[in-house]
């Protein structure tokens, strides 16, 4: 598609802008002040399930220099920080004692953004499991982790909860259940991926429910936060748009990724129709007793349903889809939607094999999610674009934000689409998981052979701060 003018124009006064990060792929101290083990701590120690047998044990030592990364985002005139709680830091074994250490960090680190008129908004869980819930349980497959959530959440909202007004339960669940339990490359590393992925995202989904209810009941009230979930998406352009086929293939593809999560908690505690149509008759076909897509219980419907004050949402690329029947020998999440996707060779590529740049996927994403529930309010909760080099003067990334940030202005001003806020992924380069420290997402250059972890703005960081200090697009700029 070609580019599409710039639009100059203003987001709303009270827009949000802000940077994102994962407690795992920044924090280190991974042994440090009491914090249990996670399954990211277990799985980085296996060898061969990470590119270039790196962890995160270090990784940018946020544990040590939070301080030096509230002033990055200081100097850029960021409002926001989206950072996730280690919940091995808070409770080592997942339940029961609490670490008085891990809480301190997180004290520490609040009060710094709160010092410096940064608003924190913090993630729960960001994929870092303790390990001892895994252990003793299966984890994500055992129904008992909604109880297990929900006591973690309760300690979060208890101990956070004065200076912490916004909550995000899960960070994309669609990945925890696809990568850690389908595909198995990412932890817990196991594989199952036309039946394991869906035990995994039911739970994830009770337990999400389970601690906002908990918010909801008993905190909301005195301390006046609201919380929601944040889920990761790619458009899906049907391959004609104006072939009826197309466009179904389209929704189908929407309703099994962005709906699998959002349809049951932003709509009518269910599945979307597409799916437990499909996956009810596959699963038969293929000689299971039962569904292979769990069954919500109506009392866990009603729990589930409108348990999130707003929708997050992660959008990085696009692909084009079209009707493609699978063999109902393929028991698999990817065959049960008999739908196509393709990403188009025309499209620019990145760092990430699966990330091609497509700025006007994200308005159409805005948009469907927006008219498919209810006109939420929504903050773009992840945004960007990786390299392998590390180059400080990344002008692909400052296209990149460029093109993506106007397309969320358009959804905003020409849609009406209730976009609230944008935190860019990511403050600085990483641990981007299986893919260890080869693909850079950051704002900032980390220098990972420095034991003090220098930090050096790049040129985006500079673009990305005239956005905020404009709040949208002025006429003359210069960069791409």
Same mark, same amino acid.
């Given at each position: 598609?070609?580019?599409?003018?710039?639009?100059?124009?203003?987001?709303?006064?009270?827009?949000?802008?802000?940077?994102?990060?994962?407690a795992y792929q920044?924090?280190?101290?991974?042994?440090?002040?009491?914090?249990?083990?996670?399954?990211?701590?277990?799985?980085?120690?296996?060898?061969?399930?990470?590119?270039?047998?790196?962890?995160?044990?270090?990784?940018?030592?946020?544990?040590?220099?939070?301080?030096?990364?509230?002033?990055?985002?200081?100097?850029?005139?960021?409002?926001?920080?989206?950072?996730?709680?280690?919940?091995?830091?808070?409770?080592?074994?997942?339940?029961?004692?609490?670490?008085?250490?891990?809480?301190?960090?997180?004290?520490? @680190?609040?009060?710094?953004?709160?010092?410096?008129?940064?608003?924190?908004?913090?993630?729960? %869980?960001?994929?870092?499991?303790?390990?001892?819930?895994?252990?003793?349980?299966?984890?994500?497959?055992?129904?008992?982790?909604?109880?297990?959530?929900?006591?973690?959440? /309760?300690?979060?909202?208890?101990?956070?909860?004065?200076?912490?007004?916004?909550?995000?339960?899960?960070?994309?669940?669609?990945?925890?259940?696809?990568?850690?339990?389908?595909?198995?490359?990412?932890?817990?590393?196991?594989?199952?991926?036309?039946?394991?992925?869906?035990?995994?995202?039911?739970?994830?989904?009770?337990?999400?429910?389970?601690?906002?209810?908990?918010?909801?009941?008993?905190?909301?009230?005195?301390?006046?936060?609201?919380?929601?979930?944040?889920?990761?998406?790619?458009?899906?352009?049907? /391959?004609?748009?104006?072939?009826?086929?197309?466009?179904?293939?389209?929704?189908?593809?929407?309703?099994?990724?962005?709906?699998?999560?959002?349809?049951?908690?932003?709509?009518?505690?269910?599945?979307?129709?597409?799916?437990?149509?499909?996956?009810?008759?596959?699963?038969?076909?293929?000689?299971?007793?039962?569904?292979?897509?769990?069954?919500?219980?109506?009392?866990?419907?009603?729990?589930?349903?409108?348990?999130?004050?707003?929708?997050?949402?992660?959008?990085?690329?696009?692909?084009?889809?079209?009707?493609?029947?699978?063999?109902?020998?393929?028991?698999?999440?990817?065959?049960?939607?008999?739908?196509?996707?393709?990403?188009?060779?025309?499209?620019?590529?990145?760092?990430?094999?699966? @990330?091609?740049?497509?700025?006007?996927?994200? /308005?159409?994403? @805005?948009?469907?999610?927006?008219?498919?529930?209810?006109?939420?309010?929504?903050?773009?909760?992840?945004?960007?674009?990786?390299?392998?080099?590390?180059?400080?003067?990344?002008?692909?990334?400052?296209?990149? %934000?460029?093109?993506?940030?106007?397309?969320?202005?358009?959804?905003?001003?020409?849609?009406?689409?209730?976009?609230?806020?944008?935190?860019?992924?990511?403050?600085?380069?990483?641990?981007e998981w299986a893919?260890?420290?080869?693909?850079?997402?950051? @704002?900032?250059?980390?220098?990972?052979t420095d034991p003090?972890?220098? /930090?050096?703005?790049?040129?985006?960081?500079?673009?990305?701060?005239?956005?905020?200090?404009?709040?949208?697009?002025?006429?003359?700029?210069?960069?791409?």
């Open positions: 598609m070609a580019e599409e003018p710039l639009l100059f124009d203003h987001f709303p006064e009270d827009f949000i802008w802000g940077s994102a990060t994962a920044v924090e280190g101290g991974w042994n440090e002040g009491g914090k249990g083990v996670n399954i990211w701590d277990t799985f980085t120690k296996v060898e061969g399930n990470i590119i270039d047998g790196s962890s995160g044990d270090v990784a940018c030592d946020s544990y040590h220099k939070y301080k030096e990364d509230v002033q990055m985002m200081k100097n850029l005139g960021m409002q926001s920080y989206r950072f996730s709680i280690s919940w091995a830091r808070i409770l080592p074994l997942g339940t029961g004692e609490r670490n008085q250490e891990g809480i301190d960090y997180y004290n520490a @680190l609040i009060d710094e953004l709160l010092a410096n008129d940064i608003v924190p908004a913090v993630t729960l %869980y960001h994929w870092d499991l303790p390990q001892a819930l895994q252990d003793q349980g299966q984890g994500w497959l055992n129904p008992d982790v909604a109880d297990w959530f929900e006591e973690y959440a /309760r300690v979060c909202f208890e101990e956070f909860g004065d200076r912490v007004k916004f909550w995000i339960t899960l960070n994309e669940p669609k990945e925890s259940s696809l990568q850690g339990h389908g595909s198995g490359t990412m932890a817990p590393g196991l594989q199952g991926i036309g039946t394991l992925v869906y035990m995994a995202a039911h739970n994830l989904i009770r337990a999400h429910a389970r601690a906002y209810r908990a918010y909801e009941k008993d905190f909301a009230a005195s301390q006046g936060g609201k919380c929601g979930i944040t889920l990761n998406v790619n458009w899906a352009e049907p /391959r004609n748009p104006d072939d009826a086929a197309d466009v179904e293939a389209s929704n189908a593809h929407l309703n099994f990724n962005l709906g699998w999560f959002a349809h049951a908690i932003m709509k009518d505690g269910k599945y979307p129709e597409v799916m437990r149509t499909k996956i009810d008759e596959k699963s038969a076909q293929q000689g299971f007793e039962e569904s292979r897509l769990p069954q919500f219980t109506e009392e866990e419907s009603a729990m589930i349903a409108g348990s999130s004050d707003f929708l997050g949402m992660n959008f990085y690329t696009s692909n084009i889809v079209y009707p493609e029947e699978s063999n109902i020998e393929d028991v698999s999440y990817y065959a049960d939607p008999d739908v196509g996707a393709i990403q188009d060779p025309n499209w620019y590529g990145a760092g990430s094999s699966w @990330l091609k740049v497509t700025p006007w996927g994200i /308005r159409e994403a @805005l948009k469907w999610a927006s008219m498919e529930y209810g006109q939420p309010d929504i903050y773009v909760t992840e945004n960007g674009f990786s390299d392998r080099l590390g180059n400080l003067d990344d002008l692909q990334r400052v296209y990149y %934000y460029k093109h993506y940030i106007n397309q969320v202005l358009k959804a905003v001003k020409v849609d009406g689409v209730s976009v609230k806020g944008y935190y860019a992924w990511s403050l600085m380069d990483n641990f893919m260890g420290y080869t693909e850079k997402f950051g @704002l900032h250059s980390v220098n990972m003090d972890r220098a /930090r050096t703005p790049k040129e985006s960081a500079f673009f990305f701060s005239r956005i905020i200090q404009e709040n949208g697009f002025v006429e003359n700029e210069n960069n791409c």
